[in-house]
């Protein structure tokens, strides 16, 4: 059974930068997709980036190309966020998610991701 422990969520001003890591244990995070989701209340939660099995591949929501980067350091069995250039509408709690899919980064629903984190929160705001 894979767990994963989100960490580095919090609070930062607009235009900020934080780091958010997941820690896989009990298998190994490397013959898994892994997705960061994010939800802030009434809204279903939605991925923000995807990371293949072996880190070949990923893809990121329109919102947030170009300022958020996934990255995976099978070493460390940890998958890793960087976000930059942070916005408020960026305030959410933020979930990994892992699963085997056949398609890696194909446009699975949330529900079908069967391990996830407890989430962290991040805060944007002055």
């Known amino acids: 059974q894979l767990r994963l422990v989100e960490s580095g969520g919090g609070l930062v001003q607009p235009g900020g930068s934080l780091r958010l890591s997941c820690a896989a244990s009990?298998?190994?995070?490397?013959?898994?997709?892994v997705g960061w989701f994010r939800q802030v209340p009434g809204k279903e939660r939605e991925r923000v980036s995807c990371?293949?099995?072996?880190?070949?591949?990923?893809n990121y929501a329109d919102s947030v190309k170009g300022r958020f980067t996934i990255t995976k350091d099978n070493s460390k069995n940890t998958v890793y966020m960087v976000m930059n250039n942070l916005k408020p509408e960026d305030t959410a709690v933020y979930y990994c998610?892992?699963?085997?899919?056949?398609?890696?980064?194909?446009?699975?629903?949330?529900?079908?991701?069967?391990?996830w984190g407890q989430g962290t929160q991040v805060t944007v705001s002055s």
């Open positions: 998610a892992a699963e085997q899919f056949a398609l890696s980064c194909g446009n699975y629903h949330y529900t079908e991701y069967g391990n």
């Open positions: 990371i293949s099995g072996y880190g070949g591949y990923t």
């Open positions: 009990g298998s190994t995070v490397a013959t898994y997709t």
